[in-house]
T-cell receptor, first 113, second 119 residues
């Protein structure tokens, strides 16, 4: 049973556009929702994270929107750049992130120049 | 964020041999570390949770006698793949949960990963 569902599987965006990646979770005990960015051959890098007590968190061009009632959260990348081309993973964890992460299947983002 | 290192970054070995991968937290003492495995073009799957000074907890389907985990100190955890086979070829990544200054939750910082290729 997949606990975190991520979509789309791949995404192509023009430079300057907005990239949107969506995730849905099932376990209401999750209380920590991070997004990771991974380049080929590298480990995932924490991009931004949110807890369910807020509905939105913004860091630079990256924004997480969180809908607790719908059990959904999304990543928005504003003014997408070719350097943003990578695979993005959403994840969820309990105990504020101190427990294991359950990952979505990933979204391969391509930003065309 | 916290810094995690892994060694080696890549390794090629013959089938039947054992390989040890080290994971170190450079600026944080971690009582709990996690080991993940990632096959090409797939997501990360948790293999085991490593607790300092005690036995690791393995996820269902992960052979504890094949993947030996030792968390000998608060800054070092090792994963040994014993009698490696080609199907063990994968990207192995460690992480730990660390408190951030002023933060309200534990962020998990990943190591750079180790690419294992078993011939």
């Amino acid at each position: 049973q997949q606990q975190v569902k991520q979509s789309p599987q791949s995404l192509i965006v023009q430079k300057g556009g907005i990239s949107i990646i969506n995730c849905a979770y099932e376990n209401t005990a999750f209380d920590y929702f991070p997004w990771y960015q991974q380049f080929p051959g590298k480990g995932p890098a924490l991009l931004i994270a949110i807890r369910p007590d807020v509905s939105e968190k913004k860091e630079g061009r990256f924004t997480i929107s969180f809908n607790k009632s719908a059990k959904q959260f999304s990543l928005h990348i504003m003014d997408s750049q070719p350097g943003d081309s990578a695979t993005y993973f959403c994840a969820a964890s309990k105990q504020g992130g101190s427990e294991k992460l359950v990952f979505g299947k990933g979204t391969k983002l391509t930003v065309n120049p | 964020g916290a810094v995690v290192s892994q060694h080696p970054s890549w390794v090629i070995c013959k089938s039947g041999t054992s390989v040890k991968i080290e994971c170190r937290s450079l600026d944080f003492q971690a009582t709990t570390m996690f080991w993940y495995r990632q096959f090409p073009k797939q997501s990360l799957m948790l293999m085991a949770t490593s607790n300092e000074g005690s036995k690791a907890t393995y996820e269902q389907g992960v052979e504890k006698d094949k993947f030996l985990i030792n968390h000998a100190s608060l800054t070092l955890s090792t994963l040994t793949v014993t009698s490696a086979h080609p199907e063990d070829s994968s990207f192995y990544i460690c992480t730990f949960a660390g408190g951030t200054s002023g933060g309200s939750y534990n962020e998990q910082f990943f190591g750079p990963g180790t690419r294992l290729t078993v011939l």
